[in-house]
């Protein structure tokens, strides 16, 4: 099992930015690809961005391709999410997860294991 601890977020203005981290237990990180995934008040929890094990493959949802970043440390057990460029339509609970295994392909669905989320607010 891993648990998992996101920090970073708060209140920005449009057109800021925050990174946002999340800390990950356990001595097999490297063996799970990671994600950021963010739900707004009365819809669905819809991913964000993923990054495989090896951090060599990533995806991005089309509404923050070219604004956000992910990345990760496998030394330090940490996955990022760097946010630019920020619009109020950020706004949402963000979610670090985890995926077991070692795929190539930094995967979008099926994640295992989730931190309690973070509160990100873009004001206009």
């Known amino acids: 099992q891993v648990q998992l601890v996101e920090s970073g977020g708060g209140l920005v203005q449009a057109g800021g930015s925050l990174r946002l981290s999340c800390a990950a237990s356990g001595r097999t990180f490297s063996s799970y690809a990671m994600g950021w995934f963010r739900q707004a008040p009365g819809k669905e929890r819809r991913t964000v961005a993923t990054?495989?094990?090896?951090?060599?493959?990533?995806y991005y949802a089309d509404s923050v391709k070219g604004r956000f970043t992910i990345s990760r440390d496998n030394a330090k057990n940490t996955v990022s999410l760097q946010m630019n460029s920020l619009i109020p339509e950020d706004t949402a609970i963000y979610y670090c997860?985890?995926?077991?295994?070692?795929?190539?392909?930094?995967?979008?669905?099926?994640?295992?294991?989730w931190g309690q989320g973070i509160q990100v607010t873009v004001s206009s």
């Open positions: 997860a985890a995926k077991y295994g070692r795929l190539s392909a930094a995967p979008v669905l099926g994640y295992d294991y």
């Open positions: 990054i495989s094990w090896s951090g060599d493959s990533t």
